[in-house]
């Protein structure tokens, strides 16, 4: 445990750090982040001894700190900074073998068959055992920061001390080395204080966090303290923005560049290609629009460019529908990263493309409908196992700029709209025999140029929103017209 009191410290007379308090428990891992310049590495060269306290007290493990030995603070604190002394001449073994000095006894101290043990065990978690008999001075920057490492673990430490640990290191091994710093504190439990820069790692792997602003913890609080954009603007003086993590709940931070204010936006109408055959359609824009989808692929809230609707047998059944449209894809050099996918059994020469400008805002809408497997998703579930043609795909491009919660507000419009058209047209679910709300496979997207105000709202009470709900109702109510006239013509197709 850490514990610092009324801390005042920093070179000759003048105090960098001021009036700080601090308590770190047992077993965590607490990141300290701050701009250049706030005052981390002086607090840290505080903690370690190699400032000199002007005011306050520090403990460790219960222990003031100027009362422990040398030797008491090397068996209880390892510190890893980022000066990596390129003139060591010794080998990687020998400068991990250091780690162990504190516990070797008599005159000779000789390595023990424990501290050996400790040594290969610490040499092949950090995966350096084959630079054992190397030079630490010919190795590299990244492998270096990972010997000292393995030195400071050598060392069995009951806190760990880190100044910035990834610096060196690439995107494999800043996660590898968060990855074991992370299983020693919750397998071994050991406390672990990191200077960290970058605001993502440390919301992926600290319990709490502390922010340094000109010498003073401006808040310390667990991960979610980065949700406060506004805090986080103020002290590092950029844009910022929290997003979330697709796979974990901590929050990520995006940063704005200020070139991004500049970028020409795009129009709707000058910048698109359509391509439209009996196997596929294609819109692609000049620049990525602002898209909100659940396509077989490019689903969620991105930024995409091509935007596609591929054509599909009626029995159509592939256990890998995503990799199967990707193929597809790439044999029409079509780029499926900056893309969205649907499929559809429909004709595809039954499309409907409608386009309108309501209120200033231009819009369009391509929708293409069969209703064989309508379904009312408010009566009770049965399993379809019919094979008709039966999907509404609707793409919605818009010229207007939509924060994300008008993105969900747009889809919801967009949805209501398609549910309206299925209800004036008396479209039914076959196996309750109620009103249809969509089928059972419907996809929507909604993409959007970002250009002009910004909007928030685009729901039923708004401009947006009405504009999003006439458009689809109309091309929707058109697409199912036509659907039905091809059955009635052909019987089910
Ligand atoms: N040896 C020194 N003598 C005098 N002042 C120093 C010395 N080292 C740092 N400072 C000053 O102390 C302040 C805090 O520096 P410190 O290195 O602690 O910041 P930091 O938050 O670690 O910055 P960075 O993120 O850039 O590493 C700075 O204003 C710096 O100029």
Redesign the pocket.
Known sequence: MIRIENLAG??KNTP?IEDLHLEIENGEFFALL??????????FKLITGQLPIQEGRIFLSGKEISLLSKLEKAKKVSVLTQEVHASFDYTVEEIISLGRYPYQKGIMKQLSKADREVIEDVMERTKISKYRNTQFRMISGGEKQRVLLAKAMAQEPEILLLDEPTNHLDIKHTFHLLDLLKEQQQKNGLTIFA?L?DLNLASLYANRIGL?DKGRLLEVGDVDTLRKEEQLKQVYEVQVKTQAHPAVSNPQILMTPQHAANEKPIDLVKSYKLVKNKNYIHIQFDQPMRTISNGVIGEGIQWLKHFCNFHVDKHYNCSDPKRDLQERMDSYQIPHEQAVGMMTAVNLEDKVIETQEIEGIQMMVIVTAGVGNAVDIASEYTPNSASQIGTINTMVFIDAHFTDGALVNGYMSATEAKVKALQDLDIRDPQSNTIATGTSTDALLLALTQRGSVTQYAGSGTVAGKGIGQLVYQTTHKAVKKYLKRVQNNGIY
């Not at 701050?34 to 607090?43: A, M, Q, R, W």
Request: glycine share 24%.
């Open positions: 920093g070179y960098i701050g701009p250049n310049g706030s005052g981390k590495t002086t607090l200077i820069h340094l």
